[in-house]
């Protein structure tokens, strides 16, 4: 089957906008193919308002998400595979989702998929997981 991933950052993006929220993406920098600022890159990662007033031309497609956007005033493609959308969430309240390594699909930063009964990866760094 195709990636659930695009799908579900199309809806909760809808969701986030519909709701009069500001959709904000949290993004692994450190994926091949992203292309975001660097000098905004902290700890690997970046949030990005992905709301209409801030980006232009904004497409969620089934492989990527890309938009245009000026950072410090300064215009710039953002290009995201969307494995490397690690969230996506309201900026005014914090609702959204997190994502996790979907079966099949390669784990983003390389390292061995967790075990999912211990919900450590082989090498013994804990992962974090969404518990509600």
């Known amino acids: 089957m195709a990636s659930s991933r695009p799908y579900l950052v199309r809806a909760f993006n809808e969701w986030i906008l519909d709701n009069d929220c500001t959709p904000y993406i949290v993004v692994d920098a450190g994926v091949q193919g992203v292309q975001v600022p660097s000098e905004h890159v902290a700890n690997g990662q970046i949030v990005l308002n992905i709301s209409p007033g801030a980006v232009k031309a904004l497409v969620i497609g089934n492989g990527a998400l890309e938009f245009s956007a000026r950072f410090g005033g300064v215009p710039m493609q ?3 595979p969307l494995q490397a959308v690690m969230a996506i ?33 082989p090498s013994g760094k804990p992962s974090l997981k969404v518990v509600k």
């Open 78 to 80: 953002v290009f995201i």
């Open 89 to 121: 969430y309201a900026r005014e309240n914090g609702e959204g989702m997190v994502f996790g390594s979907e079966p099949g699909s390669p784990d983003p930063d390389g390292q061995p998929e967790a075990d999912t009964s211990t919900g450590q990866r």
